[in-house]
């Protein structure tokens, strides 16, 4: 990289592109940014590092070595725990580097689960698996703070999901609700807004955007009990969240490949949508229709619904002169056909496709307008799975399903070929 | 924040992360020195849990009590009252919702179901897992079901159980008045 800037500018020098000077400037000023950037190479490897290490150790210590006496396996139980915690002390007392911190942080993570686990394994001590991660993750938490480790808050996101899976997916005789995975993942905000705060366009930085929406994603459905058809609605209103902050001024004009917030809150919406538009789900939710009020997983839709008009106000109050986008209001919809269809599944049905429709034809009109084949063609794909969802619960024949197959087909090309056009002749 | 102060903190919150463990060791110390030993009759199977090795789990014959309190709730807390049968194994003396005033040894478990009006009350004690080393615990399981063919009653498997103040700390697994890695041994002399 830094070789062929120099190469770039000896070339503008031989061609009198640039004056002499220029060209010191230029390759001063890449040189005292290179040396501000902290090695990052050196981090990721210490990090990595000190993962497969310790998880190495919990491995050796899950052995179970039968041979030593008890005091014996006490000790090691000890010694990964207290060399993690010398370590990472000296690297806070030393003030020593970001690799120091997020290697030794990341040994010192693993280092506590070795030591609780083994110390279960030589008295036999019963909990399950949940209470078990609890435990870890309680006491390695005040270190994403205190070492000011980005490593150590991933793992604390990934095992606080781990732990919600466990507790919530159990589909045994415990029936409980993970609700202190909300706390840990509460405990980690400050940290990463304050990332936000100081480099929002930074790698790291989009490995928490995906990070948070793909843990709330997945851990959302431990909150559902036993009244699954209002899961639905909370997935719904989940997804407007996301969309809606997607569409706040911090994320909007960030690629999508950071902006989880909008394609997943996008994404997940027309999935979700997708499967609202059989019948059959409908149905079975008029049948279910003890839909009581005061469950816990009303409860949770509500606070989402609140919070989703929330930053939807917020985003909209950011943006003066922004056209409408249908997407953001989705998740109202969504809730209004909700309480139709508890009563009536066929009216809930129809506006659900009718949504669903909508919503693609919007996208192809922003992809046109704004000459996007990416959203233009998603809106393509969304009218196109509308279609071929309806041929399974619609009784038509085959040349004619055959017919309206042919002609979603041809209609690709078309508006693709069109769009290509019109931007080539906008280009001239 | 300056830097010493976050180190103050940081020992505190090391001071914490090994308290912890060492609260977890000295509970179960003083359980296994002080508590009092039961034998529970038990059946073995192996499976594994992922960070902390292999275990065997254990059936306890004694897994549910008759009760006259008919509303029990699934996961409540239940107090298991014992006393010793006339074979010298752990045999149920009552069930409660709440600490009695008894001098009886207890364990302090959950309720797993009841049938409304059986007047039985199921539960699962607490002490089911006994990690073993990660090449012997199919074997252990092999072993229990070597010794207990055709169900014989001469073959008795039982775990020995300290239990003090409701806490219970599972020492070790018999079969036949030998622990069963006396017999892993013999197999791997074999």
């Known amino acids: ?428 | 924040m300056k830097t010493i102060h976050i180190f103050i903190l940081f020992v505190v919150v090391a001071v914490l992360q090994l308290f912890v463990p060492a609260k977890m060791i000295l509970d179960r110390e003083d359980v296994l020195k002080t508590g009092i030993t039961y034998k529970f009759k038990t059946r073995p199977v192996d499976p594994n849990d992922p960070f902390r090795g292999k275990y065997i789990t254990l059936n306890y014959e004694m897994n549910s009590a008759k009760t006259n309190d008919s509303i029990w709730k699934r996961g409540e807390t239940i107090f298991v009252y014992l006393e010793n049968d006339s074979l010298g194994y752990a045999k149920v003396h009552s069930v409660s919702k709440e600490k009695k005033d008894i001098d009886r040894d207890y364990v302090e478990t959950k309720v797993r179901w009841n049938y409304g009006n059986s007047n039985t009350v199921n539960f699962e004690l607490p002490f089911d897992r006994f990690y073993m080393e990660e090449t012997k615990a199919k074997p252990a399981e092999d072993i229990y079901r070597k010794y207990n063919r055709r169900r014989d009653t001469l073959n008795q498997t039982y775990a020995l159980v300290a239990i003090k103040n409701g806490k219970a700390v599972l020492k070790d697994v018999y079969i036949n008045d030998k622990p069963i890695a006396y017999y892993l041994e013999i197999e791997d002399e074999n």
């Open chain 1, 1 to 428: 990289m830094k070789s062929k800037l120099l190469n770039d500018i000896s070339e503008l020098l031989e061609n009198n592109i640039i004056s002499q000077e220029v060209a010191s400037n230029i390759s001063a000023y890449y040189k005292s940014k290179e040396d501000n950037q902290p090695n990052r190479l050196f981090t990721v490897f210490g990090v990595l590092g000190a993962t497969l290490v310790g998880l190495g150790i919990i491995l050796i210590l899950a052995h179970n070595w039968d041979n030593f006496s008890r005091s014996i396996k006490t000790c090691f139980a000890f010694l990964p725990l207290v060399i993690g915690q010398i370590i990472s002390g000296f690297t806070i007392l030393k003030k020593k580097s970001q690799a120091w911190k997020e290697s030794s942080g990341t040994f010192l993570f693993f280092a506590i689960g070795a030591s609780i686990a083994l110390v279960s394994q030589i008295y036999n001590i019963p909990g399950d698996l949940g209470s078990f991660l609890f435990t870890w993750i309680v006491l390695a938490l005040p270190l994403i703070y205190l070492l000011k480790s980005k490593a150590v808050s991933i793992l604390v996101i990934v095992f606080a999901s781990y732990y919600a899976c466990e507790l919530g997916y159990d589909f045994g005789y415990k029936d409980s609700t993970p609700w202190m995975y909300l706390v840990f993942i509460l405990a980690t905000l400050p940290f990463y807004l304050k990332l936000l705060k100081t480099s929002p366009l930074a790698n790291s930085t989009s490995i928490f955007n995906w990070l948070y929406v793909l843990s709330l994603t997945i851990v959302l459905g431990t909150f559902i009990n036993s009244n699954w058809p209002v899961g639905f609605l909370m997935y719904a209103m989940l997804f407007g969240v996301f969309y809606n902050i997607g569409k706040t001024p911090i994320y909007k004009d960030q690629q999508l490949r950071r902006n989880s917030f909008t394609v997943i809150g996008s994404l997940g919406s027309v999935v979700l949508l997708t499967i609202l538009s059989f019948n059959i789900i409908w149905e079975d939710l008029v049948k279910r229709a003890s839909i009581a009020i005061n469950t816990q997983e009303m409860l949770i839709a509500t606070v989402l619904l609140i919070v989703a008009f929330v930053v939807l106000l917020y985003s909209k109050k950011n943006e003066k002169n922004e056209s409408f986008n249908l997407f953001q209001y989705v998740f109202l919809i969504v809730a209004i056909i909700f309480f139709i269809g508890v009563a009536n599944a066929i009216a809930a049905t129809v506006l659900t496709n009718i949504l669903l429709l909508v919503m693609g034809l919007s996208a192809i009109k922003i992809g046109a307008d704004t000459f996007r084949f990416s959203v233009l063609n998603y809106g393509l794909l969304i009218v196109t799975a509308v279609i071929v969802c309806r041929f399974f619960d619609i009784d038509i024949r085959f040349e004619v399903k055959g017919l309206l197959f042919v002609a979603v087909g041809f209609g690709f090309f078309l508006t693709n070929y069109i769009m290509l056009k019109k931007k080539k002749e906008l280009n001239r």
